[in-house]
């Protein structure tokens, strides 16, 4: 079976589903550091960057729910490797060690991305606080703080935007009490925008929690909170 395992590690990966599987691999395997030499060989065979951190590694997250749900890794394995996602936006180092690509110059907006106690998905809530700092936001991250404490920090700051990451029915049924005792309790909110995997599976998910939008990209966030970009300063026809 080693034997197998390693025939097949040293076989380059031709298609995109085939490295978005060895990724997968890599991320529950034993090894610390075999994920990001699959990254690293990604880049070698010309895959672009953000091409991995926009797509190729949302799509191995989403495999990894799959591989739990299907049984096909244990639930040690596919936190493991939802972990090593994580580290990879938090530190932007995952690419042959040189770093992720240069953020856009932050316009002096600001965005407060939610990741709530009661979602236990929080690699969505970080891959769009990368993306809103590509379109020059600046992004505060509040990771389990209670209404209470989420309160005092939209009081610490003029916020342009608040964003909730929504995996489950579960959880939007539960952001619908939070957004309602923050509408509650703050006279003045910037737009409060909802997005995850929710927003693809369900409906009305704006109106359901309370939103004022439910976004599936970055792009459609700024658009609809009014947000200047990099493009818009410069007179782009579009927000990108």
Same mark, same amino acid.
């Given at each position: 079976?080693?034997?197998?395992?390693?025939?097949?590690?040293?076989?380059?990966?031709?298609?995109?589903?085939?490295?978005?599987?060895?990724?997968?691999?890599?991320?529950?395997?034993?090894?610390?550091?075999?994920?990001?030499?699959?990254?690293?060989?990604?880049?070698?065979?010309?895959?672009?960057?953000?091409?991995?951190?926009?797509?190729?590694?949302?799509?191995?997250?989403?495999? @990894? &729910?799959? +591989?739990?749900?299907? !049984?096909?890794?244990?639930?040690? %394995? /596919?936190? #493991?490797?939802? *972990?090593?996602?994580?580290?990879?936006?938090?530190?932007?180092?995952?690419?042959?060690?040189?770093?992720?690509?240069?953020?856009?110059?932050?316009?002096?907006?600001?965005?407060?991305?939610?990741?709530?106690?009661?979602?236990?998905?929080? @690699? &969505?809530? +970080?891959?769009?606080? !990368?993306?809103?700092?590509?379109? %020059? /936001?600046? #992004?505060?991250? *509040?990771?389990?703080?209670?209404?209470?404490?989420?309160?005092?920090?939209?009081?610490?700051?003029?916020?342009?935007?608040?964003?909730?990451?929504?995996?489950?029915?579960?959880?939007?049924?539960?952001?619908?009490?939070?957004?309602?005792? @923050?509408?509650?309790?703050?006279?003045?909110?910037?737009?409060?925008?909802? %997005?995850?995997?929710?927003?693809?599976?369900?409906?009305?998910?704006?109106?359901?929690?309370?939103?004022?939008?439910?976004?599936?990209?970055?792009?459609?966030?700024?658009?609809?909170?009014?947000?200047?970009?990099?493009?818009?300063?410069?007179?782009?026809?579009?927000?990108?």
């Amino acid at each position: 079976m080693r034997k197998v395992a390693s025939d097949r590690n040293r076989q380059q990966p031709r298609t995109r589903d085939e490295w978005i599987g060895r990724l997968c691999d890599a991320l529950v395997s034993e090894s610390e550091t075999s994920h990001q030499s699959v990254i690293s060989a990604m880049v070698s065979n010309g895959i672009r960057q953000d091409d991995i951190l926009q797509s190729y590694i949302p799509e191995a997250a989403q495999r @990894l &729910g799959e +591989f739990w749900l299907n !049984d096909s890794a244990s639930f040690v %394995g /596919v936190t #493991v490797g939802a *972990a090593r996602l994580q580290r990879l936006y938090r530190d932007h180092a995952g690419i042959g060690g040189q770093g992720w690509p240069t953020r856009s110059i932050p316009l002096g907006q600001s965005a407060l991305m939610i990741v709530p106690s009661f979602e236990t998905h929080s @690699l &969505g809530g +970080f891959a769009a606080a !990368d993306q809103l700092r590509r379109h %020059g /936001v600046w #992004v505060h991250m *509040a990771i389990g703080l209670n209404a209470q404490e989420l309160r005092a920090a939209i009081h610490a700051a003029p916020f342009s935007m608040i964003g909730l990451s929504i995996a489950t029915a579960e959880s939007l049924d539960k952001a619908s009490e939070l957004i309602a005792a @923050l509408r509650e309790t703050i006279e003045v909110l910037p737009p409060i925008v909802v %997005g995850g995997r929710i927003v693809s599976v369900a409906n009305n998910v704006a109106q359901r929690c309370g939103a004022d939008y439910a976004v599936t990209t970055a792009r459609e966030a700024v658009s609809y909170c009014g947000l200047a970009t990099l493009s818009t300063r410069v007179g782009s026809p579009e927000i990108c």
